[in-house]
């Protein structure tokens, strides 16, 4: 008893070492909950975070410093321009072009992924690769009925095999470069990893599908996926809407040119509901048709197309006497459908202490008021459309409303009149803005130039994401601001940020180096490669739980002192250290890309463990055999 007492005398009395022994207890506590998984991880990783500043291991200044972390920033905003992609249709379009590659067999998908991927994050970070391609890739998963858990580790995994095939791929690269050229041997070549990187890629390919395949093979489908609303063209079908609507246009002949909907009365003259209109708007990038919902004070336009239902006989009489044209050409057919991205429709069901009952929409001034149209009224197994103006409305009504979508939005706001059926913003979030797309490839694009070539124009990548970022949201390429927020993996960010600060507790207690000096000296006797399995391991280890560029500013010294101890090459120690501390899949937290795909792939923390281990082991083995081949010892 006198002992222990007397060791914790001694302890306290160092801080170094009591602070050391604090840290390693809070980490293995990290890791067990991680392991665990009862509890989100970014809840985790805030406790680890917490309980390091309450021992007074690191300062709250050090410990939130994650948070304001240049790649920390980045990644937030390459998630609304992922997001972006996803929602401007962009995302399936590419989906699509890569599924004539691969087919919808989930082999195919896999190896165009990952070969895609791995070309991609070669030269773009595999941050910025991940947060571009990860909706592409659900999309892709989506359309094939492929679960997305088969594809979003691949695709993570790959990003950072990819890395490993240029000098600019992964930042240990360059600073195992800086390294060697700051002590007077030459760097390495920009593509004297390619080599390396391709057998690595080869081995990740060969091996991963199997280990994907059997060991993720019991994952769930998503949320998303198990949702039971209705789509809106269910809705249109359901009403039978989809078989009433015509598409007509105005041409230079048409007196409806310069009068407003409301002066013409034309639901009251033709019996007829104009549901909304779609004007052509041309510029020097590209030609979109802009949706506008029709209101009283809506002005016609020469050249607008009107969607408009009614009967057959209302249809045809509106239009021989306003001199519309009637488009029935198989052509023009396929754009006689709805689309709901500036639009959108809803159910709404009146409740009995709605104020409502009792009066008529036309009583009510619905379409004013609200700023949207009542298409069909359901009462009971019946479905109202024509004359519905002029129906008393009764309890338990169900209106089919299209309109704006934030009209909509606000309408489900009273709660006290009705009940929304569904979730319309859920709903308007998934509808693409087609007409958006070109304009988020062309922010897309710029933003990628401007990082490939940050050095020549002098912009840095945080200001050209942030800046790309800042464009989506203002040209609507995203629905709103809001939907932009909802667009960022949050789980993922405040993950990687707050595990940040684990980071700092290691190196500012000495406990990185004091155990890869350990490590390292204790093989120094198996001569050079033994020595160069000892730091591929520690550099391993270490970069599982602390980002490769950490681990590889605190390995590049240890490797440099161990080759020259051995008075070998240090070309092939510093290309070990650079290897084995971007080739790192155990975790969610060793790589931004491993977290960045656990919530979409609906990932645990002992998924990784249980695909990531044997990966990174058979990763070491074949570099230990391959880097020695190219820079002999």
């Known amino acids: 008893m006198d002992a222990i007492a007397s060791l914790w005398m001694q302890l306290w009395s160092d801080t170094q070492t009591l602070h050391q022994a604090l840290t390693i207890l809070i980490f293995l506590v990290t890791i067990i909950f991680f392991l665990i998984g009862k509890i989100r991880s970014d809840i985790v990783a805030l406790g680890c975070m917490a309980a390091l500043m309450l021992c007074g291991i690191v300062t709250p200044k050090a410990a939130l410093s994650g948070f304001a972390n240049t790649a920390v920033i980045i990644m937030v905003f390459l998630f609304v321009v992922g997001g972006a992609i996803f929602?401007?249709?962009?995302?399936?379009?590419?989906?699509?072009?890569?599924?004539?590659?691969?087919?919808?067999?989930?082999?195919?998908?896999?190896?165009?992924?990952?070969?895609?991927?791995?070309?991609?994050?070669?030269?773009?970070?595999?941050?910025?690769?991940?947060?571009?391609?990860?909706?592409?890739?659900?999309?892709?998963?989506?359309?094939?009925?492929?679960?997305?858990?088969?594809?979003?580790?691949?695709?993570?995994?790959?990003?950072?095999?990819?890395?490993?095939?240029?000098?600019?791929?992964?930042p240990p690269n360059l600073i195992v470069d800086g390294y060697l050229r700051d002590n007077g041997r030459p760097g390495f070549g920009f593509f004297e990893f390619t080599p390396i990187g391709l057998v690595l890629l080869l081995v990740g390919l060969i091996c991963l599908y199997p280990l994907c395949k059997f060991l993720l093979s019991s994952k769930g489908k998503s949320e998303d996926d198990a949702n039971d609303d209705k789509s809106l063209n269910e809705l249109l079908h359901e009403y039978s809407i989809d078989n009433k609507i015509y598409r007509l246009q105005i041409k230079g002949?048409?007196?409806?040119?310069?009068?407003?909907?409301?002066?013409?009365?034309?639901?009251?003259?033709?019996?007829?509901?104009?549901?909304?209109?779609?004007?052509?708007?041309?510029?020097?990038?590209?030609?979109?048709?802009?949706?506008?919902?029709?209101?009283?004070?809506?002005?016609?336009?020469?050249?607008?197309?009107?969607?408009?239902?009614?009967?057959?006989?209302?249809?045809?009489?509106?239009?021989?006497?306003?001199?519309?044209?009637?488009?029935?050409?198989?052509?023009?057919?396929?754009?006689?459908?709805?689309?709901?991205?500036?639009?959108?429709?809803?159910?709404?069901?009146?409740?009995?202490?709605?104020?409502?009952?009792?009066?008529?929409?036309?009583?009510?001034?619905?379409?004013?008021?609200?700023?949207?149209?009542?298409?069909?009224?359901?009462?009971?197994?019946?479905?109202?459309?024509?004359?519905?103006?002029?129906?008393?409305?009764?309890?338990?009504?169900?209106?089919?409303?299209?309109?704006?979508?934030?009209?909509?939005?606000?309408?489900?706001?009273?709660?006290?009149?009705?009940?929304?059926?569904?979730?319309?913003?859920?709903?308007?979030?998934?509808?693409?803005?087609?007409?958006?797309?070109?304009?988020?490839?062309?922010?897309?694009?710029?933003?990628?130039?401007?990082?490939?070539?940050?050095?020549?124009?002098?912009?840095?990548?945080?200001?050209?994401?942030i800046t790309a970022g800042v464009l989506i949201v203002l040209t609507r390429c995203i629905r709103s601001a809001d939907a932009a927020y909802r667009a960022i993996g949050w789980e993922s960010i405040v993950l990687i940020a707050a595990m940040m600060s684990m980071s700092v507790a290691l190196s500012e207690t000495g406990l990185s180096k004091i155990i890869a000096d350990s490590i390292v000296s204790g093989l120094q006797s198996f001569g050079p490669y033994g020595v160069l399995a000892g730091i591929y391991l520690v550099t391993s280890l270490l970069s599982t739980f602390l980002s490769n560029s950490a681990t590889a500013i605190l390995v590049a010294p240890i490797a440099w002192e161990a080759a020259a101890k051995l008075g070998v090459d240090p070309h092939a120690f510093m290309m070990t250290a650079a290897v084995a501390a971007s080739a790192v899949f155990a975790t969610p937290i060793c790589t931004p890309p491993n977290a960045m795909v656990m919530t979409a792939g609906r990932y645990t923390f002992a998924d990784y463990m249980r695909v990531g281990v044997p990966l990174q082991v058979i990763m070491m083995i074949v570099s230990l055999l391959v880097i020695p081949f190219f820079f002999p010892l």
């Open 87 to 170: 929602q401007t249709g962009l995302a399936k379009y590419i989906a699509g072009r890569f599924l004539r590659l691969a087919g919808t067999n989930e082999k195919n998908l896999f190896f165009v992924v990952m070969s895609v991927t791995a070309v991609v994050a070669a030269f773009v970070s595999n941050t910025g690769t991940v947060a571009m391609l990860l909706p592409i890739v659900l999309a892709m998963a989506k359309t094939a009925g492929v679960n997305p858990s088969r594809l979003m580790m691949p695709l993570a995994f790959a990003s950072s095999m990819g890395g490993v095939l240029t000098l600019i791929g992964t």
């Open 253 to 465: 002949e048409s007196h409806l040119v310069g009068h407003s909907v409301g002066e013409l009365e034309i639901h009251q003259r033709y019996d007829v509901r104009l549901l909304e209109i779609r004007r052509a708007r041309r510029s020097a990038f590209f030609n979109a048709h802009l949706q506008e919902g029709v209101l009283p004070d809506t002005i016609f336009r020469l050249g607008d197309t009107l969607y408009a239902v009614g009967k057959p006989e209302s249809i045809e009489a509106f239009a021989k006497h306003c001199a519309l044209t009637i488009c029935h050409d198989k052509a023009t057919e396929e754009n006689s459908q709805l689309d709901f991205y500036e639009l959108g429709m809803a159910e709404m069901l009146l409740l009995p202490e709605s104020h409502f009952i009792g009066q008529t929409l036309r009583g009510m001034n619905f379409r004013k008021n609200f700023g949207v149209n009542v298409v069909a009224i359901k009462r009971g197994d019946e479905y109202e459309y024509d004359e519905i103006q002029d129906v008393q409305l009764k309890t338990g009504d169900m209106l089919l409303v299209h309109g704006d979508w934030h009209g909509i939005e606000g309408l489900s706001r009273k709660r006290r009149e009705w009940v929304t059926i569904g979730r319309p913003q859920d709903i308007a979030e998934n509808e693409p803005l087609t007409h958006k797309a070109p304009l988020a490839s062309i922010i897309m694009i710029l933003m990628i130039i401007a990082m490939v070539f940050a050095d020549q124009i002098g912009v840095a990548p945080v200001t050209s994401v």
